[in-house]
């Protein structure tokens, strides 16, 4: 006899992520012949370079098809240890390769943290405007996430202050992006040390997800939990390599983290996926250790990044008192929708300009809007003349 599907209580509450979901939207009306610029993708539209693909392909010629350590490659592990420790400058014991994790995606990594650090009726709080998955992964765990709304003088950043607003006896820690997906605004190195100062007075663990750390316009890279921060013991410190070298499909990111949560994580990731993709963390190996081949891609990435923010943010000022977040990092453009209302404004765009862009009630904010310029050049500028053009119609 079959029964209907009633989904466990791990899962009643999850939701789809609404940044896939725009873009699954976006997809279905290209496939009936519309002409849709999809912003609304959280991915670098860039090949991943080539000494980095070539890398790969040696790598599953050298035989890197088998398992590999649950939690990495040695040699992997070791060059982000071995970054970790240069940030430290020597302000405590040199970082080890113990202390990494390896996973698939920093998205698994930012999992293995929260599920391992958090519980049933503990309090997590969540900056917001806040990357989608937070709130979800904060659910997973069974822990409340506490919206901390950031500070709209500050590019919403929160502060010190604003997180004690929001902080009670149950607060188990906090989860910090910088550069900030949606909002693009970068934590300078004294906003990033208070917050830090505070989470280790209070006891909190700080998970500091710094994917974009390397996607920055007015700094060669947004400063890291691990250069300001005094000492280490409550910080996890998230990265990988998907938006930085163009790699989101190799799915490699990793959490740096006291050793006894390092393991614990390990230990989950042992049951869940094991390491992640062989091949992948050569790649991933390439990325860090070719130093002057990686850099210089960047270099030229995040060169085109910022000529696309700047071309899309000069068109913008034609809307006069536009609410908008000046972004320092990350690809995108963060603004108040006309009339206040984030989703009706999406849909608005979507089907009347046939531009995807992802409503800011997925991070938290429902009356903003996300507009990512990890597209062509030519699409963010026509675009942003569109949205210009429509603004109070
Ligand atoms: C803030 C933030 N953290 C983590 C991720 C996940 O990245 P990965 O592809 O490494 O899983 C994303 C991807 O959109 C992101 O925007």
New binding site residues.
């Given amino acids: 006899m079959s029964r209907p599907f009633v989904p466990s209580p791990n899962v009643a509450s999850i939701k789809e992520s609404a940044t896939i979901a725009v873009s699954q939207r976006a997809k279905a009306l290209r496939a009936v012949g519309r002409a849709i610029i999809d912003l609304g993708a959280?991915e670098p539209d860039f090949d991943t370079p080539a000494f980095i693909r070539d890398a790969t392909k040696q790598a599953l010629d050298d035989g890197a098809t088998r398992y590999t350590a649950v939690d990495g490659i040695l040699p992997l592990r070791e060059a982000i240890a071995a970054d970790a420790t240069r940030r430290r400058a020597g302000r405590d014991a040199p970082v080890t390769a113990g202390e990494v994790v390896v996973s698939t995606?920093?998205?698994?990594a930012?999992h293995n943290a929260t599920f391992s650090l958090f519980g049933p009726g503990d309090e997590v709080l969540l900056p917001v405007p806040s990357?989608v998955s937070y709130f979800e992964m904060v659910g997973l765990a069974r822990a409340n996430a506490i919206e901390v709304p950031g500070d709209p003088a500050r590019g919403l950043k929160v502060t010190p202050a604003l997180l004690e607003r929001y902080a009670t006896p149950r607060t188990r820690g906090l989860m910090l992006?910088s550069p900030s997906?949606p909002t693009g605004a970068v934590y300078d190195a004294d906003e990033l040390r208070a917050i830090v100062d505070l989470a280790a007075a209070r006891g909190w663990w700080l998970v500091s997800?710094e994917?974009?750390a390397r996607i920055t316009y007015s700094m060669a890279e947004a400063p890291s939990v691990f250069d300001v921060a005094s000492h280490r013991e409550n910080v996890v410190c998230i990265n990988?390599v998907?938006k930085a070298y163009a790699m989101?499909g190799f799915?490699i990111?990793w959490a740096v983290a006291p050793r006894a949560v390092a393991q614990t994580m390990t230990a989950l990731q042992s049951h869940t996926t094991s390491n992640a993709a062989t091949e992948s963390q050569y790649a991933a190996l390439a990325a860090l250790t070719r130093t002057t081949e990686a850099d210089a891609a960047v270099r030229d990435m995040v060169g085109e990044f910022k000529a696309r923010r700047d071309a899309a943010l000069g068109i913008l000022t034609a809307i006069p008192g536009l609410d908008l977040v000046k972004p320092d990092g990350a690809f995108y453009l963060y603004f108040r929708a006309p009339g206040g209302d984030g989703t009706a404004y999406a849909t608005r765009l979507l089907e009347d300009e046939g531009i995807a862009v992802v409503p800011g009630a997925a991070f938290g904010t429902p009356d903003w809007v996300r507009v990512s310029y990890a597209a062509a050049r030519a699409d963010v500028e026509d675009a942003m003349h569109r949205i210009v053009r429509s603004w109070s119609a």
């Fill in positions: 959280g995606g920093s998205k698994q930012l990357w992006n997906n997800d994917i974009y990988g998907a989101t799915r990111g």
